[in-house]
């Protein structure tokens, strides 16, 4: 779910940014690669390979590098929202509640943290706190869809499976998700 949240737009202003926009490579350890043929590393890159480092399941390299990043640049919202991120894979999961809260506070307008915010609570078994994050989210931007899977796990979780189901009929048709949602929302009127 960590790896699923919006990931951060490329600054224009980094010097790698070109590069970074043109790379091709998908994998992530064919993405680690490209990285390490960059002639001078920037920000940018760096947080590429610590999300690849994240995507390959590797813990302590990401962890290691996401320490790096804060000491180097401690005040940017980038690093801090990919603290968050490594904090919810790695199981830190107060950390990242606490990450997130720091970009929420820069961005309050910005569903992309409230969404964050959602998945730590669900974690942390706040589930009415969760709720209104993935509610807030839903209800604002219909784009973000995994909201709504959220807000139907946190309603199945509190025994509500008629309001999962209501939610999970709420992803309008246009969505690439539509099917899953369907899908979803048989299960969960069937499952008891």
């Given at each position: 779910t960590a790896l699923a949240l919006p990931v951060p737009r490329v600054d224009a202003n980094d010097p790698n940014a070109g590069f970074l926009a043109g790379l091709m490579a998908s994998a992530p350890a064919e993405l680690i690669a490209a990285l390490e043929a960059v002639p001078a590393a920037s920000l940018e890159t760096r947080l590429r390979e610590l999300r690849a480092r994240l995507e390959l399941r590797e813990q302590d390299a990401a962890a290691a590098a996401s320490a790096a990043l804060?000491?180097?640049h401690p005040d940017d919202w980038r690093v801090v929202w990919y603290r968050g991120v490594t904090s919810l894979v790695t199981g830190d999961h107060e950390v990242a509640?606490?990450?997130?809260?720091?970009?929420?506070?820069?961005f309050p307008g910005e569903p992309a943290p409230k969404l964050a915010l959602g998945i730590c609570a669900e974690v942390l078994g706040q589930l009415d706190n969760a709720a209104e994050y993935y509610r807030l989210v839903w209800a604002t931007d219909p784009g973000f869809v995994s909201?709504?899977?959220g807000l139907a796990r946190v309603q199945i979780a509190a025994g509500?499976?008629?309001a999962a189901a209501r939610t999970l009929e709420s992803v309008p048709e246009a969505?690439?998700?539509y099917t899953a949602a369907r899908v979803a929302t048989v299960r969960a009127r069937l499952r008891e």
């Open positions: 804060e000491a180097r509640a606490l990450s997130f809260d720091a970009v929420y506070d820069a909201a709504a899977f509500d499976r008629a969505s690439i998700h």
